[in-house]
């Protein structure tokens, strides 16, 4: 039976009521907790994936297949476990808005990994240790801005900074910036439009992962101020 219990029983809900909120919440606890590591997952290995693609090493695609297989497999026991969370307990308020959040959220950490692995994948398309070396360092330099993003908006989800969201809204403009510097240099490179087109394809997927970053700063200013943010140009 659902407890339907929210912050303003407590006073007059005694020993029993009080227990039944500390295990409501640390099942709560538990889904962001694997939520987050998920996440945290893409932000350590996204880095160490990039710099093997970089010197052609085919060994990051197996890494990468294997992180995002568990992130996978996080992101349904997250949306398995919040749905029943939500049918029996029946939160309100701000637990309504943080497990509400953490559902929709589940999709960008699934797409993070997704990234990750398309990224590792992209060496078997490639040899990136033929291309320029300036075309080499706007990819690198796109990776790590990328990557400091969604690692940024993580941090803003787990510390709750609802006022994070301009600044990585502006972070991502800059990420923009760079994927477009990046298209335009892949555009003049003297060699096979295959290297052309993944390129291209590398662009998007770095573009895409900051994307996500800012969606995790979104929806924790929803979570903590109950309004959802619109940004963009």
Same mark, same amino acid.
């Given at each position: 039976?659902?407890?339907? #219990?929210?912050?303003?029983? $407590?006073?007059?809900?005694?020993?029993?009521?009080?227990?039944?909120?500390?295990?409501?919440?640390?099942?709560?606890?538990?889904?962001?907790?694997?939520?987050?590591?998920?996440? !945290?997952?893409?932000?350590?290995?996204? @880095?160490? #994936?990039?710099?093997?693609? !970089?010197?052609?090493?085919?060994?990051?695609?197996?890494?990468?297949?294997?992180?995002?297989?568990?992130?996978?497999?996080?992101?349904?026991? *997250?949306?398995?476990?919040?749905?029943?969370?939500?049918?029996?307990?029946?939160?309100?308020?701000?637990?309504?808005?943080?497990? /509400?959040?953490?559902?929709? $959220? /589940?999709?960008? /950490?699934?797409?993070?990994?997704?990234?990750?692995?398309? *990224?590792?994948?992209?060496?078997?398309?490639?040899?990136?240790?033929?291309? @320029? *070396?300036?075309?080499?360092?706007?990819?690198?330099?796109?990776?790590?801005?990328?990557?400091?993003?969604?690692?940024?908006?993580?941090?803003?989800?787990?510390?709750?900074?609802?006022?994070? /969201?301009?600044? !990585?809204?502006?972070?991502?403009?800059?990420?923009?910036?760079?994927?477009?510097?990046?298209?335009?240099?892949?555009?003049?490179?003297?060699?096979?439009?295959?290297?052309?087109?993944? $390129?291209? $394809? !590398?662009?998007?997927?770095?573009?895409?992962?900051?994307?996500?970053?800012?969606?995790?700063?979104?929806?924790?200013?929803? *979570?903590?101020?109950?309004?959802?943010?619109? #940004?963009? @140009?």
């Amino acid at each position: 039976m659902s407890s339907g #219990i929210g912050r303003q029983d $407590l006073p007059r809900l005694g020993t029993r009521g009080r227990q039944l909120r500390s295990e409501y919440q640390e099942r709560l606890d538990g889904i962001d907790d694997e939520l987050v590591g998920g996440a !945290l997952l893409v932000a350590e290995a996204m @880095p160490a #994936i990039t710099r093997a693609f !970089l010197v052609g090493d085919r060994a990051c695609i197996d890494e990468a297949r294997g992180h995002a297989d568990d992130i996978t497999e996080r992101c349904r026991h *997250v949306e398995d476990q919040g749905f029943i969370l939500l049918a029996r307990e029946a939160p309100v308020s701000g637990d309504l808005r943080r497990l /509400v959040a953490i559902l929709r $959220l /589940v999709n960008d /950490v699934e797409r993070a990994g997704r990234l990750m692995r398309h *990224v590792a994948e992209s060496v078997e398309r490639m040899d990136p240790r033929l291309l @320029p *070396v300036e075309l080499r360092q706007q990819l690198e330099e796109l990776a790590h801005r990328s990557t400091e993003v969604f690692r940024r908006g993580l941090d803003a989800w787990r510390q709750r900074d609802g006022l994070a /969201v301009h600044e !990585l809204d502006r972070l991502d403009n800059d990420v923009d910036t760079l994927r477009t510097g990046l298209l335009v240099h892949a555009r003049e490179l003297d060699g096979a439009a295959s290297d052309v087109l993944v $390129l291209g $394809l !590398l662009g998007r997927y770095f573009e895409r992962l900051a994307d996500h970053g800012v969606a995790f700063a979104q929806h924790v200013t929803f *979570v903590v101020t109950g309004e959802r943010v619109a #940004i963009g @140009p």
